[in-house]
C-alpha cells in the first residue's frame, strides 16, 4: 500500500496555477516532515519543498521559492504545494515524500522515508 497519495496534476498552459495536494493512506504522518520532489524526463529527481511537522518552518529549493509555496493543514494531515507562474520546464512527475527529520537532509531524496506513486503535472507553451 503507497502511504502517500498525490492529486491535483493536470495539464496547465504557461504562466498557470495549480495546487498539488498530498494525503496519508494506511498511518499517521503527523509528526513527520512533509514535502515535495520532482522529476522530468531524462532527469534526475530534484528537491521542491519540505514543511516540518507544525507547519511553521519551511524549505524550498531556491530557484522555485516565490513562485512555489508549500503549506500544511495539521488538522487533516495534509500537503500542499501551491505552483504559481508555471513554465514549460516544470513539467514533470512530482512526489510527495515524509520523513521523520527536517532540515538540509531534504536536499538529498536518499534520505527521506516514504513516497507516494506521483502525479504529473505538464505545462504547454
Known amino acids: 500500500q503507497v502511504p502517500l497519495v498525490e492529486s491535483g496534476g493536470g495539464w496547465v498552459q504557461t504562466g498557470g496555477s495549480l495546487r498539488l495536494s498530498c494525503a496519508p493512506s494506511?498511518?499517521?504522518?503527523?509528526?513527520?516532515?512533509m514535502g515535495w520532489y520532482r522529476q522530468a524526463p531524462g532527469k534526475e529527481r530534484e528537491f521542491v519543498a519540505s514543511i516540518d511537522w507544525t507547519g511553521g518552518h519551511k524549505l524550498y529549493e531556491d530557484s522555485l521559492e516565490g513562485r512555489f509555496a508549500i503549506s500544511r493543514d495539521v488538522a487533516k494531515n495534509t500537503v500542499y504545494l501551491q505552483m504559481n507562474s508555471l513554465k514549460p520546464e516544470d513539467t514533470a512527475i512530482y512526489y510527495c515524500?515524509?520523513?521523520?527529520?527536517?532540515?538540509?537532509?531534504?536536499?538529498?531524496?536518499?534520505?527521506?522515508?516514504?513516497w507516494g506513486q506521483g502525479t504529473q503535472v505538464t505545462v504547454s507553451s
Open positions: 494506511g498511518r499517521s504522518f503527523s509528526s513527520y516532515a
Open positions: 515524500a515524509a520523513d521523520d527529520t527536517f532540515g538540509s537532509s531534504w536536499y538529498n531524496l536518499y534520505t527521506v522515508d516514504y
